[in-house]
C-alpha cells in the first residue's frame, strides 16, 4: 500500500512548455485535488474530482487542465507554463472527512 | 467568504514547555477542523480533526485542539514540546454543507529549542 505517489519530484521547465504532473493513489478513494503550495500562501486548491470522469475548479483553476479517466490516477496538465507557475504541488486523495498527501512536485518554470 | 487565519508566521518554545499554535476561521455553515504538520521536503501528514462532539480534540503524537464556536478558534496546543515537533502546521476548514473545498491557512513554522 503506497498511499499517493506523485511524480516527478523536482522538475524545471521553459516559460511556454508542456507537463503532466502524475498523481496515483492504491487506497481506492473516489476524490482526489491537487493543491499549489506558496511561501506564505498555504495551500490552495487548484481542481477536484469526486469520482471517475467527474472534475471541478477549485480556487486557481487557471493554466491547468486535469482529467480523471480511473479511480487511481488524477493527472495535471500545465499546457504553457509560466514562471507564476513556479511552485510545489500536492496531490490528495480522500476517504470521509480527512486527506492523504503525497510528498509533493516542486516545480520551476524560468 | 471562508477563510482560514494564522496570525502567527513563527512560534519560538522550549522543549518541555506548552506549546500554542493558533488558527482562526469563517465558514458560512458548519466547519469541519483540521490540523496537518508539514516537515522539510515532504508532504503534509494529518494531525487531527474536528467534526462534531467533544470540544477537545485529541490526535496524533500527543498534539490536541479545542474548537471554540463563540471565537470561530481551533487552537493547537501541546502539553511539553519536544525538538522533534519543530514543523510547519496548517490549520484548515472546510464546510459540512459544501464537502468539496478544503481551505488552509498560511502556516506557523513551529521552533522547539532544547
Avoid at chain 1, 519530484?9 to 485535488?33: P, R
Avoid at chain 2, 515532504?42 to 471554540?68: C, H, M, P, W
Wanted: net charge neutral.
Amino acid at each position: 500500500n503506497a498511499g499517493v505517489t506523485q511524480t516527478p519530484k523536482f522538475q524545471v521547465l521553459k516559460t511556454g512548455q508542456s507537463m503532466t504532473l502524475q498523481c496515483a493513489q492504491d487506497m481506492n478513494h473516489e476524490y482526489m485535488s491537487w493543491y499549489r503550495q506558496d511561501p506564505g500562501m498555504g495551500l490552495r486548491l487548484i481542481h477536484y474530482s469526486v469520482g471517475a470522469g467527474i472534475t471541478d475548479q477549485g480556487e486557481v483553476p487557471n493554466g491547468y487542465n486535469v482529467s480523471r479517466s480511473t479511480t487511481e490516477d488524477f493527472p495535471l496538465r500545465l499546457l504553457s507554463a509560466a514562471p507564476s507557475q513556479t511552485s510545489v504541488y500536492f496531490c490528495a486523495s480522500e476517504q470521509g472527512s480527512s486527506a492523504f498527501f503525497g510528498q509533493g512536485t516542486r516545480l520551476t518554470v524560468v | 467568504a471562508q477563510s482560514v487565519a494564522q496570525p502567527e508566521d513563527q512560534v519560538n518554545v522550549a522543549e518541555g514547555n506548552p506549546l500554542t499554535v493558533k488558527c482562526t476561521y469563517s465558514v458560512s455553515g458548519n466547519p469541519y477542523l483540521f490540523w496537518y504538520v508539514q516537515y522539510p521536503n515532504r508532504g503534509l501528514q494529518f494531525l487531527l480533526k474536528y467534526i462534531t462532539g467533544d470540544n477537545l480534540v485529541k490526535g496524533s503524537y500527543g498534539f490536541e485542539a479545542e474548537f471554540n464556536k463563540s471565537q470561530t478558534s481551533f487552537h493547537l496546543k501541546k502539553p511539553s514540546a519536544l525538538v522533534s515537533d519543530s514543523a510547519l502546521y496548517f490549520c484548515a476548514v472546510r464546510e459540512a454543507e459544501n464537502f468539496n473545498k478544503f481551505y488552509f491557512g498560511s502556516g506557523t513554522k513551529l521552533n522547539v529549542k532544547p
